[in-house]
């Protein structure tokens, strides 16, 4: 049984996003915490950045899941 869209989606919306997560985005995800640039590890981003050129076409998606700048509030 389907379930129905969400009132706070239209129809349309709701099929938009049906069909995103039906998409073929098998491969690699790389997902990050907080960057807090410019206070961050410049050793850990730069391996990062060699991992991601290292995946290259198997990489799918990067994800950050945190804040990106520390504005040293």
Not at 18 to 32: P, W
Not at 39 to 62: C, P, Q, S, W
Request: charged fraction near 30%.
């Amino acid at each position: 049984m389907e379930k129905e869209y969400r009132p706070r989606l239209s129809e349309k919306e709701y099929k938009v996003i049906q069909n995103y997560r039906k998409s073929q985005k098998v491969g690699a995800h790389l997902v990050g915490g907080c960057w807090h640039m410019p206070f961050h590890n410049k050793r850990m981003f730069d391996a990062t950045l060699n991992l991601i050129e290292y995946l290259g076409d198997e990489l799918k998606g990067v994800h950050l899941i945190g804040d990106c700048l520390d504005n040293h509030s």
